[in-house]
């Protein structure tokens, strides 16, 4: 599967974002999606992850209550609704996508949208 992540930019402390990431190539709804993020000099860590149906979904606890993860299978597209962002935000945002569930190892990613939160 294809990944296109897009959405990113920048933005003031406070402000929102929505990221949306566009799957093609294979059958969407197999899959489980996350969004992850890798700020400058840090790791990549994992922000939000959904199942297939929609029916799961985990955060990391620092996107808890600001961030929401969402699809449309009708759409091939998962978003990530981002409120009161942080400068800490900053990051490049991936999606992946996982045939095994939530917290399996991701097995395609895309290729990252900039997140740039100012304060």
């Known amino acids: 599967v294809q990944l296109q992540a897009s959405g990113g930019g920048l933005v003031q402390a406070g402000g929102s974002l929505r990221l949306s990431c566009a799957a093609s190539?294979?059958?969407?709804?197999?899959?489980?999606m996350g969004w992850f993020r890798q700020a400058p000099g840090k790791e990549r860590e994992f922000v939000a992850a959904?199942?297939?149906?929609?029916?799961?979904?985990y955060y990391a606890d620092s996107v808890k209550g600001r961030f929401t993860i969402s699809r449309d299978n009708a759409k091939n597209t998962v978003y990530l609704q981002m409120n009161s962002l942080k400068p800490e935000d900053t990051a490049v945002y991936y999606c992946?996508?996982?045939?095994?569930?939530?917290?399996?190892?991701?097995?395609?990613w895309g290729q990252g949208t900039l997140v740039t939160v100012s304060s």
């Open positions: 959904i199942s297939w149906s929609s029916g799961i979904t």
């Open positions: 992946a996508a996982s045939l095994r569930g939530v917290a399996a190892p991701y097995d395609y």
């Open positions: 190539g294979r059958t969407f709804s197999n899959y489980a």
